[in-house]
Nanobody
Framework: QVQLEESGGGSVQAGGSLRLSCAASGRTLSSYSMGWFRQTAGKEREFVAAIQASGRLSSYADFVQGRFTISRDNDKNMVTLQMTMLKAEDTAVYYC??????????????????WGRGTQVTVSS
């Protein structure tokens, strides 16, 4: 069992930055690929970024357009999402997920077995 907890959300103005963190407990994250997704009210969870267990390969949603960076520190059992040049449309609850396929960097939320409770990001224009 993996417990995930997101932090780092908040309210920023458009153009600002936030750094989200996902801390794991229960098991080491080194055997899981990890992903960040986001969700707004009435919509399905949307892929943002994912990274292999090794950290070697990552993938991003098209809307990221070079603004976000996913990284991980397996020694600290943590994954981060650095977000820059935030836009109002980035407003959402952001979730991290753990995928038991260590080699994946999947955009499919059904591949992720464990989820945190989310952290709210609000970007004002």
């Amino acid at each position: 069992q993996v417990q995930l907890e997101e932090s780092g959300g908040g309210s920023v103005q458009a153009g600002g930055s936030l750094r989200l963190s996902c801390a794991a407990s229960g098991r080491t994250l080194s055997s899981y690929s990890m992903g960040w997704f986001r969700q707004t009210a009435g919509k399905e969870r949307e892929f943002v970024a994912a990274i292999q267990a090794s950290g070697r390969l990552s993938s991003y949603a098209d809307f990221v357009q070079g603004r976000f960076t996913i990284s991980r520190d397996n020694d600290k059992n943590m994954v981060t999402l650095q977000m820059t040049m935030l836009k109002a449309e980035d407003t959402a609850v952001y979730y991290c997920g753990a995928n038991p396929n260590a080699y994946a960097h999947s955009s499919d939320s059904t591949d992720y077995n464990y989820w945190g409770r989310g952290t709210q990001v609000t970007v004002s224009s």
